[in-house]
Structures are given as structure tokens and as C-alpha cells.
């Protein structure tokens, strides 16, 4: 019904690729990071380890269900591990998945996740897909800019949480596939 996500994306500055097992440490960086508000953090036995995330990239490639992908994001001039987007059911549906991207703090401000969710989006429009998904911690003002810039739009759904701040859904509606 659907072509399937590219398994490597090219834009200007970055390169989207299936990940690789030695993807792990960094890949484990980008958890450590993560706000203490959000979801999937390492725990406080030190979980995912390094290795544990190993074995999930060895056994899925494209870390999310067939047909989508979860694409680490490379700087093309130095080949550094900057963080990752592409598509995942999530909260979503594989019809109508959702876009999810992540980059280590060091790589914040350089206009990379924006460039690298305008590739994916453009990819996604390229499967057949219609509609994708987001949800973004109502905290995270800078998830919300990269969203806006490359074409989602607030939508009603709000899943409240009081703990870790209301989750927004946004939605981009892709029309047709370009020719």
C-alpha cells in the first residue's frame, strides 16, 4: 500500500542512513541527555546499557516497524553522530506514523533537525503516506519551531500530564506525492 522509507536520506549538509551496531554509545549519549521529563531516560541501574542498545540496533537496523525508520543523522563534511529522525508508529499508526528526531545538545542550534525532518517529511510524501504525526512535551519550545518550519500544525488532541508537561499532537498534511 505504501513504499517503504528510504533506508538513506541526503540533504545538503547531512546524511540519513540505516544505523550500525557501533552506533550504540553515541545512539546511549543522546539518552543521557534526554530532559528529566521525558519518557524513556536511562534508569537508575544504568539502563539501556551500551550493549542492550547494541543488540537493538543489530536486530533492527531502521529501529522502528517495517516499512518506516528511525535514520541516524551524520554531518556529511566530518561524519560526526549528530542524533536521528525519520518515522515511527509512536503514538500513532503506521498509516499515518509519526515523525521523531533527537540531537545531542552539541548540535543544537545549526538548523540540522529542521533540515533533516524537511527530508523526511519529503520522503514520507514519497511512500503515499497523507497525514504524519507528531507529539511534542508542550515545554519543548524548540521541537515545536522545527515542526512549524517544515509544515505541522497544532492539532486539538492534547494527552495531558501532569507530571512531565501536556504532550501536543501536530499533524502535516502531505496532499499528494510529488511527481
Given at each position: 500500500?505504501?513504499?517503504?522509507?528510504?533506508?538513506?536520506?541526503?540533504?545538503?549538509?547531512?546524511?540519513?542512513?540505516?544505523?550500525?551496531?557501533?552506533?550504540?554509545?553515541?545512539?546511549?549519549?543522546?539518552?543521557?541527555?534526554?530532559?528529566?521529563?521525558?519518557?524513556?531516560?536511562?534508569?537508575?541501574?544504568?539502563?539501556?546499557?551500551?550493549?542492550?542498545?547494541?543488540?537493538?540496533?543489530?536486530?533492527?537496523?531502521?529501529?522502528?516497524?517495517?516499512?518506516?525508520?528511525?535514520?541516524?543523522?551524520e554531518v556529511r563534511a566530518t561524519?560526526?553522530?549528530?542524533?536521528?529522525?525519520?518515522?515511527?508508529?509512536?503514538?500513532?499508526?503506521?498509516?499515518?506514523?509519526?515523525?521523531?528526531?533527537?540531537?545531542?545538545?552539541?548540535?543544537?542550534?545549526?538548523?540540522?533537525?529542521?533540515?533533516?525532518?524537511?527530508?523526511?517529511?519529503?520522503?514520507?510524501?514519497?511512500?503515499?503516506?497523507?497525514?504524519?504525526?507528531?507529539?511534542?512535551?508542550?515545554?519543548?519550545?524548540?521541537?515545536?519551531?522545527?515542526?512549524?518550519?517544515?509544515g505541522f500544525e497544532r492539532s486539538?488532541?492534547?494527552?495531558?500530564?501532569?507530571?512531565?508537561?501536556?504532550?501536543?499532537?501536530?499533524?502535516?498534511?502531505?496532499?499528494?506525492?510529488?511527481?
Amino acid at each position: 500500500m505504501y513504499d517503504d522509507l528510504p533506508a538513506e536520506l541526503a540533504t545538503e549538509r547531512l546524511d540519513l542512513r540505516r544505523w550500525r551496531p557501533s552506533d550504540a554509545e553515541e545512539y546511549r549519549g543522546l539518552w543521557a541527555e534526554r530532559d528529566v521529563r521525558a519518557r524513556r531516560r536511562i534508569d537508575a541501574d544504568g539502563r539501556p546499557t551500551v550493549e542492550e542498545i547494541r543488540g537493538w540496533l543489530t536486530e533492527n537496523p531502521l529501529a522502528a516497524e517495517a516499512g518506516l525508520g528511525l535514520l541516524p543523522i551524520e554531518v556529511r563534511a566530518t561524519g560526526e553522530f549528530i542524533g536521528y529522525c525519520g518515522l515511527t508508529v509512536g503514538q500513532a499508526t503506521f498509516d499515518e506514523p509519526e515523525i521523531a528526531y533527537e540531537l545531542a545538545s552539541r548540535a543544537h542550534g545549526h538548523g540540522y533537525a529542521t533540515e533533516a525532518a524537511r527530508a523526511v517529511v519529503e520522503a514520507a510524501r514519497r511512500t503515499g503516506r497523507r497525514r504524519l504525526w507528531a507529539t511534542v512535551r508542550e515545554w519543548n519550545a524548540a521541537s515545536f519551531r522545527v515542526l512549524e518550519k517544515v509544515g505541522f500544525e497544532r492539532s486539538d488532541r492534547v494527552d495531558e500530564d501532569p507530571e512531565r508537561g501536556d504532550s501536543i499532537w501536530m499533524t502535516c498534511e502531505l496532499g499528494q506525492p510529488l511527481a
